[in-house]
């Protein structure tokens, strides 16, 4: 065997921090592209709570690449621990809210209202991210499931993953 096949065989049964954080931003990649597909291609288009996680998930891409790129030492690994694991937790909350609203019996369901984009030029930063927060009665409609579980169960499924993955790779693995 030479020694780059050697070297691959290694790196593949004992990945390092640099290769989770790479793979972690490849799944976020592709979480995205499939959300990007469900709206161009299905015609699902994403509500104000959909539109908050597709953004969770893109600051975790850039963190996980940057992870990737810069593992630095081992106090730097604590750093890309927290982010992982806060962007986690904070998406998880966020998709955790939509899954809520989803289940809400039809009489409790809040009202309907201005997409993203209209609340952004009606209201400041403040007020439109907690009425998105709140949710509209487009957040509680289930338009695709896969499993038994909706898109937002989904995204809270991989939010509670990439976190702890984040968090242990960048705290329990060398470079």
Not at 95 to 105: D, F, K, N
């Amino acid at each position: 065997m030479t020694r780059m096949t050697t070297n691959l065989t290694e790196t593949l049964r004992h990945p390092g921090r640099r290769a989770l954080n790479a793979a972690g931003a490849l799944v976020c990649a592709g979480l995205l592209g499939f959300a990007w597909y469900l709206q161009l291609w299905v015609g699902l288009d994403p509500c104000p709570l959909c539109l908050l996680q597709r953004w969770v998930f893109y600051v975790m891409t850039v963190v996980f690449v940057l992870a990737a790129l810069f593992p630095g030492s081992h106090r730097s690994g604590w750093l890309w621990a927290g982010t992982t694991g806060l962007l986690g937790a904070a998406g998880a909350a966020i998709a955790g809210r939509h899954v809520w609203l989803q289940g809400l019996p039809p009489e409790q369901v809040p009202a309907c209202g201005p997409d993203l984009h209209g609340m952004l030029e009606n209201f400041g930063f403040g007020e439109t991210l907690a009425m998105t927060l709140r949710g509209t009665g487009d957040c509680a409609v289930i338009d695709w499931s896969f499993l038994g579980l909706s898109i937002p169960g989904w995204a809270l499924l991989w939010f509670v993953l990439l976190g702890l993955a984040g968090v242990l790779t960048n705290t329990l693995l060398p470079r």
